[in-house]
């Protein structure tokens, strides 16, 4: 690239490319980026050639060759991807075992949800009310899948499966950890040295084991802890993992924030009389919070896509569904299908998150 | 004669074993314009910082406004409401405009209404005359502009001492002088300040009393004519040949 000359990328925005004749504009334009020195042209060249070959592939597989309607048979004869399978198999891939004529109740509280995140994006909507909004979201959500309490047929938890599953372990897990971390990033930089030692316990034993030896025992020594009488069913119990793991790592990005405070905002605050809690309220946790957005999106994201590993102990998440639609001897051998289209759930709500969480930094940069 | 607004009497202070105040006695009548000079390392920042225990002082006494300051901390609500402080980084609070910085301590410390709270903040916005970027965030504003705003977001608590630490040292040269301008019309107004700074000309200007200190001890506290012409110390006239050039 000729360094320093070319500054702007975008056609639509260089006055000096727009003063051009039309195609010239794109001749200069492409002169500029991709053909300036001969390093640049082979590069250009190469990555082009790739990018065509692989978009060929891609197109040819998903599309032209692909089988949209017919049976396993007409998808072995072909060279593409059988959509039919998933056609087939999307009922159950993102739903489970929960029973086909209920199946109208997920699919209702999805579109809620769907709802309730797009209501939430603004920054100026975030009050109580919607904290009390998401509470009820919840509690909706139990008594809608449950049934019973409703006049609906029961569907029990241990028919709860795909998206909803997934969706509620990586929720829940959000919504618990987030607060749970917040406190204990503060224990540990509390004066009192019995909190201080319980948080640093707790977050370091956490964060040296692997999440799935917190499954394991979540669903095996768990129970034997709980009070007699007392059965939590293996799926909150996993949620209760999911929750104790991430707020571990939670801690420790909160604690990152607030040691980026300087001591001065403390002094000050101090200055103007108020007490400890008011000051961590107004001016230190608000101050800490946004700096650490950036990796506090980047465990959520984690979060996300470890809620994967209850497959483990027989949870039947998004992930499982998948590796069991596998098993359908009518439909052998699409394994391929059925994980991309997995893995495109999954960075479907990752690179939400994501692009949100950059969205988020760029408006609170501003104050 | 009237009781001091403060009053420090044999007052010291150790960093560990380091013994950064040694012997302080110092009476401050409501009204007196102090100005704290010397070299840096004296403590003079230090000594200001135990009057609203932003520091912890181990031995001696420190009252303020009629209350005493315990060396653990006692009373140290009362004595902030009245005490206000303003810093050399200005310390501003970043994520909060101009306004909310000024009316964060009435709202939630003195429990005001938000909407006299504001009032006031205008007024005193008015007072170090930035009413016109009321909703703008500190990091828009000069160096000048945002000592000015913590000026005013001191006084938004009314307090009967203001603490000054070092208020300019941490601007450009022409910055300066508008916030000295605004120490002096409070000065005027009989506010008892207290100011560490380096600033002679602000010093004769409206101190009551100089002070000087060196390595943990006042050595010197004199009107500023007498002062600034014939120390007693050598050690004064040592900075004050430094300093005045």
């Known amino acids: 690239m000729g360094a320093g000359q070319v500054k702007s990328i975008k056609i639509s925005k260089n006055p000096e490319l727009l003063a051009l004749p039309y195609l010239k504009r794109y001749h200069v334009w492409l002169k500029k980026n991709l053909f300036a020195t001969p390093i640049d042209t082979l590069m250009s060249i190469t990555i082009i050639f790739i990018l065509w070959k692989m978009t060929s592939f891609l197109w040819d597989w998903l599309l032209t060759s692909a089988v949209w309607v017919g049976t396993a048979e007409n998808c072995r004869q072909a060279q593409g991807a059988c959509i039919a399978f998933l056609l087939e198999k999307a009922p159950f891939i993102l739903f489970g075992f929960y029973p086909q004529e209920s199946i109208w109740r997920p699919l209702l509280l999805f579109c809620f949800f769907i709802l309730l995140i797009a209501f939430s994006k603004k920054r100026e909507r975030w009050n109580l009310n919607l904290g009390i909004f998401w509470c009820a979201f919840l509690a909706l959500f139990f008594i809608f899948m449950d049934g019973s309490f409703i006049g609906l047929k029961r569907v029990g938890i241990e028919k709860w499966g795909g998206l909803p599953l997934t969706l509620m372990l990586a929720v829940l897990g959000i919504g618990f950890s987030y607060p749970l971390g917040i406190a204990l990033a503060l224990g540990r930089k509390s004066k009192l040295p019995v909190l201080k030692g319980l948080s640093i316990i707790y977050i370091e034993s956490i964060r040296g084991v692997p999440l799935i030896s917190l499954l394991f025992m979540s669903s095996v020594m768990m129970p034997l802890f709980l009070p007699e009488g007392v059965t939590l069913h293996k799926l909150l119990r996993a949620q209760l993992a999911i929750i104790f793991f991430s707020s571990a790592y939670m801690a420790e990005v909160v604690r990152g924030g607030l040691e980026a405070i300087p001591q001065g905002q403390w002094e000050a605050a101090r200055a103007l009389g108020l007490n400890k809690m008011r000051i961590l309220q107004l001016v230190v946790l608000p101050q800490a919070l946004r700096v650490v957005i950036a990796p506090t999106v980047n465990t959520f994201i984690g979060l996300f896509k470890d809620t994967s590993l209850v497959i483990i102990i027989a949870l039947f998440d998004l992930m499982y569904t998948a590796k069991a639609s596998l098993k359908d001897p009518e439909w052998l051998g699409f394994s391929v299908e059925a994980y991309m289209f997995v893995a495109l759930i999954y960075f479907v709500f990752c690179f939400s998150m994501s692009k949100y969480s950059r969205r988020l930094e760029r408006e609170m940069s501003k104050g | ?245």
């Open chain 2, 1 to 245: 004669m009237t009781t001091p607004i403060i009053e420090i009497s044999e007052m010291h202070k150790w960093f560990d074993d380091f013994h950064v105040l040694k012997d302080i006695n110092l009476k401050i009548d409501k009204g007196e314009k102090i100005v704290i000079c010397g070299p840096s390392g004296s403590g003079k920042s230090t000594l200001v910082r135990c009057l609203n225990n932003l520091e912890k002082y181990q031995s001696g006494k420190i009252i303020v406004n009629g209350h005493l300051l315990g060396k653990r901390g006692q009373n140290v609500e009362l004595i902030r409401k009245e005490v206000g402080m303003v810093f050399q980084n200005f310390n501003l609070f970043p994520h909060k405009n101009i306004l909310d910085n000024l009316t964060l301590a009435p709202i939630w410390v003195r429990n005001m209404p938000k909407k006299e709270a504001e009032e006031r903040a205008m007024e005193y916005l008015s007072l170090v005359k930035i009413d016109d970027q009321t909703y703008k965030f500190p990091a828009q504003l000069s160096g000048g502009q945002q000592q000015r705003v913590a000026i005013a977001r001191a006084l938004c608590m009314q307090p009967k001492i203001m603490l000054f630490d070092e208020p300019t040292s941490a601007l450009d040269p022409e910055m300066v002088k508008e916030v000295l301008d605004v120490m002096e019309d409070l000065a005027a107004k009989g506010m008892t300040m207290l100011v560490v700074s380096h600033e002679m000309g602000f010093a004769k200007q409206i101190a009551d009393k100089v002070l000087f200190m060196d390595e943990g001890r006042i050595l010197e506290s004199a009107v500023p004519e007498l002062f600034f012409k014939c120390p007693k110390h050598a050690r004064t006239k040592e900075f004050l040949a430094q300093v005045l050039h």
